[in-house]
Structure formats: C-alpha cells, structure tokens
C-alpha cells in the first residue's frame, strides 16, 4: 500500500458520530416525573456534543433545572466507513481507490 497522505484530526469528530439516550436507573429517583421532558430535551440536544462533556469527565447543561453528570447517559458510537479503532484511543480512517498510474 502507497500512502499519499496523512491527516491528524483533532477529535476524530468527522469519523465518529455518537448517539445518547438518558440512563433511566440514574435520572428515574433523581428526576422522577421530569423524565419525559429530559428525554425529549436530550433527543433534540446535538448528541456529539453531550457525549463530548461525558467523556471528559464534565456535567452537561441540559435544560433550566437539569445538569446531566458523566454517568446519567448512555453513549454509543458510530464509525464513518472505513475506521476502525485499536481500543486506546487511535482511530484510523483508510480511503482505498485506485488512481491510474
């Protein structure tokens, strides 16, 4: 394989995508009957970006009177075609054409 290029991306935002839902055993004795308002507020929230505070430790500001913490969601990825990951951290995204010589 001949590698035309290599570019480092800052958060690997444009290979992955993240979904979140709301961890109902968490929020359910916090929140009780605001569940239904939360998870609306977080199906309309950017999902990249509470998974971002997530990840990093940091509580997300979801509405007026809710603060989600790290573990009040749950989080799943999503690749672009093509990535793949080592599991520490490393993602790869290989763009395989064939150019004419």
């Known amino acids: 394989m001949n590698v035309k290029a290599v570019e480092p991306l800052a958060a690997g935002e444009e ?4 979904r979140v839902r709301p961890n109902l055993p968490a929020l359910g004795p ?8 939360i998870r609306a507020a977080l199906a309309a929230s950017d999902p990249n970006e ?12 979801l509405l007026a009177n809710v603060t989600l913490e790290a573990d009040e969601t749950a989080r799943g990825r999503r690749r672009a075609r093509g ?19």
Do not use: D, I
């Not at 290979?15 to 993240?18: L, P």
């Not at 916090?30 to 308002?37: D, N």
């Not at 509470?50 to 500001?61: I, W």
């Open 15 to 18: 290979v992955v995508s993240y």
């Open 30 to 37: 916090k929140y009780g009957k605001q569940l239904g308002a």
């Open 50 to 61: 509470v998974a971002r505070h997530a990840l990093a430790g940091e509580p997300f500001k």
């Open 83 to 101: 990535v793949r990951s080592n599991g520490g951290g490393w993602l790869l995204q290989a763009c395989t054409r064939a150019e004419p010589p």
